[in-house]
């Protein structure tokens, strides 16, 4: 999946949770700076990174990296 897709995603799903960019990024302990690039598409997802935003939004790697999910 491409970059810009799947930051939209990250970011819908963020949303849905109700949470705010800073939450999320400190909730995950990345920096606001990364998380804003992901979700802008301008950084590519490491699977680190990908875990630790799935767990706290409950969803499943899969679920943020699927869109038929």
């Not at 699977?47 to 999910?69: F, G, M, R, Y």
Request: aromatic share 2%; no cysteine.
């Amino acid at each position: 999946m491409d970059n810009k897709r799947m930051g939209r995603r990250v970011r819908a799903f963020r949303k849905l949770k109700g949470f705010t960019q800073q939450e999320l990024a400190d909730r995950t302990g990345i920096s606001l700076a990364v998380l804003g690039a992901v979700e802008r598409g301008n950084r590519r997802l490491e699977d680190q990174i990908l875990d630790k935003i799935a767990n706290v939004l409950e969803v499943t790697t899969q679920e943020l990296a699927n869109p038929s999910s």
